[in-house]
Nanobody, 126 residues
Framework: QVQLVESGGGLVQAGGSLRLSCAAS????????MAWFRQAPGKEREFVAS????????LYADSVRGRFSISRDNAKNTVYLQMNSLKPEDTAVYYC???????????????????WGQGTQVTVSS
């Protein structure tokens, strides 16, 4: 079982930046796609960004493309989400996730998630 631990959330003003980190343990990290999802109050959990095991393939939700950047350091078993030009509508709990399927290029669907992190709160004030 993979353990995922997120960090880096917080309170930021609109237009600001935050960098989220997710440290993984318990599996061959580089063999699995990783992703970030988020869930705002009263809403379903939604896809934000995904990265392949080797880091060569990335995918973004339309709402964050051009503002957010996902990356990974397989030597450190860590995936990152750099969030720039934050908007109040980005306010949510952000979750790190690992794919249940070895070797997939991207992770986009909740049903394909093998493990979740505990989540980290991101609040963007207007």
């Amino acid at each position: 079982q993979v353990q995922l631990v997120e960090s880096g959330g917080g309170l930021v003003q609109a237009g600001g930046s935050l960098r989220l980190s997710c440290a993984a343990s318990g599996r061959t990290f580089s063999s699995y796609a990783m992703a970030w999802f988020r869930q705002a109050p009263g809403k379903e959990r939604e896809f934000v960004a995904s990265i392949s095991g080797a880091g060569g393939v990335t995918l973004y939700a339309d709402s964050v493309r051009g503002r957010f950047s996902i990356s990974r350091d397989n030597a450190k078993n860590t995936v990152y989400l750099q969030m720039n030009s934050l908007k109040p509508e980005d306010t949510a709990v952000y979750y790190c996730a690992v794919d249940s399927r070895r070797g997939s290029a991207y992770l986009q669907r909740v049903r394909d998630v093998g493990s979740w992190g505990q989540g980290t709160q991101v609040t963007v004030s207007s």
